[in-house]
Structures are given as structure tokens and as C-alpha cells.
């Protein structure tokens, strides 16, 4: 054991990914100092006997803030949307939290120190979702060309959420922050923080994206301390697709330096023909060479 953890959650549908996660921490010498734990939200017996002899923990997922059922529809992987803002409650022992989805995976290990760096002092680690390539950062409908009703992600979150409307503007135009990978020392203040906002985003709005929704305002209203990391730290492919250097055999980043990216992120999928990524390893997409030639190529981990 270590003081340490890097922690995922996972169901039954998720374990391909699940496992590519490991194995993508795994097959750095740096991760022997570095403890793995799962949250199971749905997994069966034999995923988890199979993770047993992976992993440092397998924990259940519970609800850690009381949600009515008729807002879940039976969805055990929405735990995740409560349970990653209480890592400290499953994962006593540990100092320091890197949390990352399991439908992401780790390309380079430098992304994971700068994550446990990151969160020295209190602070939160993470990444905003905008930077180059990104063209379209909020969605607005103008009236008459000239009244404009916004349509930012945030925005709309907030108030369905029964947040206020000085709130809702606060962080209407914020670049959105990413939840899906981030770093918090065992005693950080923003855990209590967050929960608090939490429980006020659940009780009137929907679970999925509750807890993102609940970091952002914990940011941008109520000034939580916050150390932002690179966009390659986690990079979102559906947001803006990755090149691929062929000659080192690595995902980088499309724009010149190319960086190679520490995380590779398939939040919300990758979808060719109906088929997302996520679920499907056979699906491929065209992506660009450093030298602007096309490959078909999947995003999610391969082993080396």
C-alpha cells in the first residue's frame, strides 16, 4: 500500500475499458508505488475476481447522497456521478486521489505525476475543457440578431439544478471544466466543498453530470483552490481528435508542438456508424499523421 491511489468506477458494460485502464497504468515501472482501486457499480463475480489479483481495492459504489429512484431508473454506473466526490470515505488510507474514468487511459506517466503535483496544498487538479481546435465553446440562439439566449452547457445545468441566476451566469461563459480526471489530497478542503454542492444539484436537478456541474460552480463562484493542467492531461477526443505520431508510436496533440497527451478521454464516445468506440474495440476512425497522412485507427488502448 502505498499513499497514493489512482481510482476508477466501472460496471459490467465498462470492463473492456476498465481493464485497458490498468494495464495502461500498469505497464509503467513508475505505477509499483502507485495503489489501483475500483468502485464497483455493476460489475459481475467473475469481472471482479479477475480484478483482484490487478488491483489494490474493489469497493461497492453506493449512493453516498440519498437520490430517488425514479432519477436513477436502476442506472448503477450514476453512482459515479456522487460516489468520486467521497474517494476519502471508500479509501481511508490513502493521502493523495488521482481519479480518472475508466473510459479513459494513461499514454504518458508524466500526466499522472503532474495530477498528484497538482493537488499539493489542498488544491484541486484538473483540466479545462477548451484550448486550441476548439471552435465552438458555447452554443448561443440570437432573437432578432441582436438578444441572445444562451445555451452554454453550464448554464442550463445550473438552473434546472436550482441554482440562482447570478450562479448560472457566473459560470455560463467559464470554460468547462472536465470532472472525468482529477487530483485531491485526502484532506483538501474542496471534498466537503463539493459535496455541499452536490447535495444542492441532486435535490432538484438530474444525477448525470450533477457532479460536474457541482465542481464548476465550486471553482468559478465559490473560488475553491485549483491548480488548471494542461489540455493534454485529458484529452477529449470527441471534442477535438488526436494525431498519431507514427514514428514514436504515440497519440499527440493535433496542433504544432504536437505534445504527446497524458490521458486519452473518450467521454460521451466515439461514434462511426451508429457504433460507439467505447463499447465496440472493432470500431475505427480516419485520423491524421503528424505528416497530414490519414489512418484508420481505433482510440482506446492498445497494448504495446
Not at 449512493?63 to 460516489?83: A, C, H, R
Not at 484550448?131 to 452554454?152: D, E, M, Q
Not at 457541482?214 to 465559490?222: H, K, P, R, S, W
Request: net charge positive.
Amino acid at each position: 500500500m502505498t499513499s497514493k491511489a489512482i481510482v476508477t468506477l466501472a460496471d459490467s458494460n465498462y470492463f473492456s475499458l476498465l481493464l485497458e485502464l490498468i494495464h495502461s497504468i500498469k505497464r509503467y515501472k513508475e505505477s509499483e508505488s502507485i495503489s489501483i482501486c475500483v468502485l464497483d457499480a455493476g460489475l459481475t463475480e467473475d469481472q471482479c475476481k479477475i480484478l483482484k489479483s490487478l488491483v489494490y481495492s474493489i469497493k461497492k459504489a453506493k449512493w453516498d447522497i440519498s437520490v430517488p429512484k425514479y432519477k436513477t431508473f436502476g442506472k448503477e454506473w450514476l453512482k459515479s456521478q456522487v460516489s468520486r466526490a467521497f474517494l476519502p470515505n471508500y479509501f481511508p488510507e490513502f493521502e493523495k486521489y488521482l481519479w480518472i474514468d475508466c473510459d479513459a487511459w494513461v499514454n504518458s506517466w508524466d500526466s499522472v505525476e503532474l495530477y498528484f503535483k497538482a493537488c499539493d496544498g489542498g488544491k484541486l487538479g484538473i483540466t479545462q475543457s477548451v484550448g486550441p481546435g476548439y471552435r465552438i465553446l458555447t452554443k448561443v440562439k440570437w432573437i432578432l440578431g441582436k438578444i441572445a439566449i444562451i445555451k452554454s452547457q453550464n448554464y442550463k445545468h445550473a438552473k434546472k439544478s436550482g441554482f440562482s441566476e447570478n450562479v448560472a451566469r457566473k459560470i455560463a461563459f467559464a470554460p468547462h471544466i472536465n470532472i472525468g480526471v482529477f487530483s485531491l489530497e485526502k484532506e483538501s478542503k474542496c471534498w466537503l466543498l463539493w459535496q455541499n454542492l452536490l447535495r444542492k444539484s441532486l435535490s432538484a436537478g438530474q444525477v448525470f453530470g450533477s457532479e460536474g456541474l457541482a465542481i464548476n460552480i465550486a471553482v468559478y463562484q465559490e473560488n475553491a483552490e485549483v491548480e488548471f493542467l494542461p489540455l493534454y492531461c485529458n484529452w477529449i477526443a470527441s471534442n477535438v481528435l488526436p494525431k498519431f505520431n507514427t514514428q514514436k508510436n504515440t497519440f499527440v496533440e493535433p496542433y504544432l508542438p504536437h505534445n504527446k497527451i497524458g490521458i486519452l478521454h473518450l467521454a460521451a464516445g466515439i461514434w462511426k456508424n451508429g457504433k460507439d468506440m467505447r463499447t465496440n474495440k472493432d470500431v475505427k476512425i480516419t485520423i491524421k499523421t503528424v505528416d497530414d497522412k490519414n489512418i484508420e485507427k481505433t482510440l482506446r488502448y492498445e497494448a504495446e
